[in-house]
């Protein structure tokens, strides 16, 4: 499998203010000191010494991820990442009316399916979309969003070949190459995570999930779930204080992936789901968190940061 992210924010678009982007300036310049950069190898050498916080941003755009396999597009909600995506597969297949995708929509809030008005393959006669979920309103939630007191033009305007499928939760369904597997989340408007697998290769997605009790007892169906997965990504929105004051808004955080992860022996785990008002520090702060847990642990799990344009293959 091959996994891009296109929109790692949650809740509403984020993109890096002026200040933000001045400030890394400012942290790469004084760490630049005593540097010879009087060649571009110079200063990318440098640049690459520099801490991912500094370097570069981890963006703004909401849920989006490309899964390919084989012959396979499936593609993890429709946040306004599905627009940045739309432009890479319009130089192919899609921008000749001949692609052919399959989405997963995890919940239908606003941050989950914003992008599809934006997707320009979306707008190209012969291609071919279909939605798929457990939810029983997806179509009607996609069509709402496009209603004239919202926006210009409805959803009936696009030109591709647009089908929605709800498919049964608890059960294994064949989505094109890969065999799906949807598991309702703890989160308000029911919020559904996916197990996929194809070849031996398995992918989860849990975005959107709260963990409220943490015993054994009250997870195991979740562990289960996360059972060997070689990448879990996972909703790590809040920071502890957040997930306190915020019990009842249906996100988790870093060290509960952890916990979660090291007890499932996933291989990988990618932190998700951004809150937009943590900068990319705090973001990574909890990574930092996440990792120590599990190296306590003596855990091999990989701990990584999902950030826009980041790529894991398997």
């Not at 009087?38 to 941003?57: F, G, H, K």
């Amino acid at each position: 499998m091959k996994v891009k992210f296109w929109g790692t924010r949650g809740s509403i678009p984020s993109p890096i203010s002026p200040v933000a982007v001045e400030d890394k300036i400012r942290q790469a310049l004084r760490g630049a000191a005593g540097f010879d950069l009087s060649s571009e190898e110079a200063v990318e050498r440098y640049l690459q010494r520099l801490p991912p916080a500094v370097r570069c941003t981890i963006g703004g755009n909401t849920a989006c991820v490309e899964v390919r396999a084989g012959q396979g597009t499936l593609i993890l909600d429709a946040g306004s990442g599905l627009r940045l995506l739309g432009y890479e597969l319009m130089k192919g297949e899609f921008g000749k009316g001949r692609g052919v995708a399959d989405f997963l929509i995890s919940h239908i809030h606003w941050d989950h399916i914003q992008g599809l008005p934006f997707f320009g393959p979306g707008f190209v006669p012969g291609n071919r979309l279909t939605f798929h979920s457990p939810h029983a309103h997806l179509k009607a939630a996609f069509v709402g969003q496009q209603d004239e007191i919202y926006f210009p033009i409805s959803l009936s305007y696009l030109s591709a070949d647009i089908q929605f499928r709800r498919i049964p939760a608890e059960t294994w369904s064949q989505i094109g190459e890969f065999r799906v597997y949807p598991l309702q989340m703890s989160h308000p408007g029911e919020s559904y995570g996916y197990r996929i697998e194809r070849g031996g290769a398995s992918l989860v997605y849990a975005t959107d999930a709260k963990y409220k009790d943490m015993d054994r007892a009250s997870t195991q169906r979740y562990v289960d779930f996360f059972r060997d997965a070689d990448l879990l990504i996972f909703d790590a929105q809040y920071s502890l204080n957040d997930a306190l004051d915020r019990a009842d808004w249906g996100h988790s955080t870093p060290v509960t992936g952890a916990k979660l992860a090291h007890r499932a022996g996933v291989r990988r785990l990618a932190l998700f789901h951004h809150d937009p008002t943590s900068d990319d520090q705090a973001i990574y702060n909890g990574c930092k968190q996440a990792e120590a847990y599990l190296a306590r642990r003596g855990s091999t799990c990989q701990v990584m940061v999902a950030s826009e344009d980041l790529v894991i293959e398997w």
